[in-house]
């Protein structure tokens, strides 16, 4: 399987929308600095992500993106499928063709891998990576600090929640 930077940064983006998105509409430039993407990449994923029911679009001032759906309704594969991400561990794309228009001898393994992926990454879902984040977040706000770590603000923890 090849997973490019196009599913990583769709998935890294809507755990940061679903981390964000009871206070309305969440701009991609925000998303774009917090997350260190290119703001043309993502308006690229998100326009995709729209189109797929996954997002929705808000216009005009105080404008910007809302979950389309609940956080326990969209899972990492359904995210990855929205890019155009391929979830393939194969040569020939799934189609048999591996050798000479013949199944090579591992296409059977790799399109079992594949499923088994693709299983996975459909368990997933974005309310579990982004229950992950916020107890990160709770924790790093909550545990004894170092002096060489950075502190946090009141103003980053209230910005997280």
């Known amino acids: 399987m090849r997973l490019t930077t196009k599913g990583r940064f769709a998935v890294t983006a809507m755990i940061d929308l679903g981390m964000r998105h009871q206070r309305g509409p969440i701009t991609l430039a925000g998303i774009s600095e917090r997350q260190r993407i290119s703001l043309s990449y993502l ?17 005009g001032p105080g404008g910007g993106y809302t979950l389309a759906k609940s956080l326990d309704e969209i ?8 890019v155009d991400e391929p979830i393939d561990a194969t040569q020939c794309g799934g189609q048999g063709n591996c050798r000479d228009d013949r199944e090579c001898m591992t ?21 579990d990576l982004v229950g992950k984040q916020l107890e990160k977040q709770a924790l790093e706000v909550s545990s004894p600090r170092k002096e060489s770590r950075r502190m946090i603000g009141t103003a ?6």
């Open 43 to 59: 308006e690229q994923l998100f326009g995709r992500l729209r189109r797929h029911g996954i997002v929705d679009s808000v216009r």
């Open 75 to 82: 899972s990492v594969a359904t995210i990855i499928r929205a």
């Open 156 to 161: 980053e923890i209230k910005a997280a929640y």
């Open 107 to 127: 296409h059977d393994l790799w399109m079992t891998l594949n499923t088994r992926i693709y299983d996975y990454l459909e368990s997933v879902m974005l309310s």
